[in-house]
């Protein structure tokens, strides 16, 4: 059983920063592939990033590529969303997710936070 516990939301102008952090509980965090997801409102939930349990290997949907960066700490359970050059598209709710295998599709993640907020102004 692994409780994650989002961090670091919040409003911030068109072109800002912000660092999303989630935090694992457990001693099994390193064995676990850990996402990053997001919802805006009417929206269907769509994937953002994944980085990957060994080797550390990272992916990003296009719409983020170049501005966000997902790292980890192993030895702290947290999994981190650096957010540069953000844009009003990148408005909504978003969540951190864990699981041994699933990368890209949300359906196959056992384990999601409860989410935090991202609201950015034009």
């Known amino acids: 059983q692994v409780q994650l516990v989002e961090s670091g939301g919040g409003l911030v102008q068109a072109g800002g920063s912000l660092r999303l952090s989630c935090a694992a509980s457990?001693?099994?965090?390193?064995?676990?592939?850990m996402g990053w997801f997001r919802q805006a409102p009417g929206k269907e939930r769509e994937f953002v990033a994944v980085i990957r349990r060994y080797g550390g290997s990272t992916s990003y949907a296009d719409s983020v590529k170049g501005r966000f960066t997902i790292s980890r700490d192993n030895a702290k359970n947290t999994v981190y969303l650096q957010m540069n050059s953000l844009k009003p598209d990148d408005t909504a709710v978003y969540y951190c997710?864990?699981?041994?295998?699933?990368?890209?599709?949300?359906?196959?993640?056992?384990?999601w936070g409860q989410g935090t907020q991202v609201t950015v102004s034009s």
């Open positions: 997710a864990a699981d041994p295998r699933a990368t890209m599709i949300s359906a196959w993640y056992d384990y």
């Open positions: 457990g001693r099994t965090f390193s064995t676990y592939n």
